[in-house]
Structure formats: C-alpha cells, structure tokens
C-alpha cells in the first residue's frame, strides 16, 4: 500500500497536534497542579446543618501541617467566612452546598471549584503570597448572587 506524500504529511501533522494537545494536558496537570475537582463523595444537602462536618465547618490542621477547610456555600454566602490558612501549606478545600450549585473560586489563584448539593467538592491548593483574598461566587446562583462573596486570609 502507498500513501502519497500530501497524506503522509496531514498524518503526521495531526499525530503531532494530538501529542501536543495531550502533553499541554500534563505539563498542566504536572507542573500546574490543574486537576479534576470531583471527588464522589455524596452528602445528603437537607441534613447539612446537623451533619458532623459541615454543620459547624471547622479549619482542621492536620499533624504533617496540612490544614483542611470544610466549607457550606449556600444562598448567599460561605461558612466559615472569613477563612483562616497559614501560607505554604496544602489547604485541601471540601465544599459543598445544601441548596443550589454555588462556585468557590480565591480570586487571582488557581483555587476554582463548584459547590454541587449532595456532592463534596474537594480540592488542594497552596497559597504563597500571605494577603487578604476574595472569594467569588462564579455560578449564578439567585438574586444575591453579586453579593456572594467570602474572604481568605492567608497568614
Ligand atoms: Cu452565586
């Protein structure tokens, strides 16, 4: 079988788009820490406020100094707000939301996720640069949802 030159060409070129395409996809995924948020936990979103974690969400730091933030992001705002985390550590972030899908995203970092009813979202990030930051809700979430907004201070 003989393929023609031209051909030969498209081939290459297009095996070569995908093997870039798929290397962008890790070298972000690597070097970015860009990764799927989802974590198929279910949490039943109508027995959020007597649930043992998301109830009253308290920062827990672990024993390595790795801290885990629980957060409930409901009509119109987050809990705990304002959240607390040291800086250059791995701040694992569990979110979820007892009413509609809410968005968590720290505003000039990489930190963006959904808060989805019955899900836990959950998601690791490091913060660097000590400062206050601004929590965004980024899902149209109702009529305040301009006014969903929450604080991180990263000490
Ligand atoms: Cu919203």
Request: charged letters at 10%.
């Amino acid at each position: 079988m003989t393929i023609a030159l031209y051909e030969r060409i498209w081939m290459w070129g297009a095996t070569g788009l995908i093997v870039m395409f798929l290397g962008a996809i890790f070298v972000t995924a690597i070097a970015q820490a860009v990764e799927p948020p989802g974590h198929l936990e279910t949490v039943d979103p109508t027995t959020i406020l007597s649930h043992p974690e998301f109830g009253k969400p308290q920062i827990v730091t672990n024993a390595d100094g790795s801290v885990v933030v629980p957060i409930v992001a409901g009509m119109f705002s987050f809990t705990p707000d304002p959240i607390e985390v040291p800086a250059n550590v791995r701040v694992t972030f569990r979110l979820t939301s007892p009413d509609v899908i809410h968005g968590f995203q720290v505003v000039g970092t990489n930190a963006n996720a959904m808060a989805i009813p019955g899900y836990v979202t959950q998601f690791t990030a490091t913060f660097a640069t000590p400062g206050e930051y601004t929590i965004a809700c980024n899902e149209y979430c109702g009529t305040l949802h301009h006014a969903m907004v929450g604080k991180l201070t990263v000490k």
